[in-house]
Nanobody, 123 residues
Framework: QVQLVESGGGLVQAGGSLRLSCVVS????????MGWFRQAPGKERESVAA????????YYADSVKGRFTVSRDNAKNTVYLQMNSLKPEDTAVYYC????????????????WGQGTQVTVSS
């Protein structure tokens, strides 16, 4: 059974930082690309960042470039999202997702999803 469990969300003031973690079980983590997505109330889910199976390639949405960093630790079956200089518009439920390693990063289509963790940024 594949499980993705996010943690690290919370309430933070604008300009602050949070680090999200996603622990994966039930699949060979080192062979899977990982992604972070978010969904704000009343909005569609959007991609935030992604990292390929070898950590040799990453993707960032324009809205988070220079502020967020995605990384992974294959020994711990964990993917991280370091979020700095947070803005109120970053408020959303953040989800991690997994897919079997793809030849190209895009399209960002993933097969397994976590339950999400809430991030709230106050102004």
């Amino acid at each position: 059974q594949v499980q993705l469990v996010e943690s690290g969300g919370g309430l933070v003031q604008a300009g602050g930082s949070l680090r999200l973690s996603c622990v994966v079980s039930g699949l060979r983590f080192s062979s899977y690309d990982m992604g972070w997505f978010r969904q704000a109330p009343g909005k569609e889910r959007e991609s935030v960042a992604a990292i390929n199976w070898s950590a040799g390639s990453t993707y960032y949405a324009d809205s988070v470039k220079g502020r967020f960093t995605v990384s992974r630790d294959n020994a711990k079956n964990t993917v991280y999202l370091q979020m700095n200089s947070l803005k109120p518009e970053d408020t959303a439920v953040y989800y991690c997702a997994a897919r079997w390693r793809a030849r190209e990063m895009r399209p960002l289509e993933f097969d397994y999803w976590g339950q999400g963790t809430q991030v709230t940024v106050s102004s």
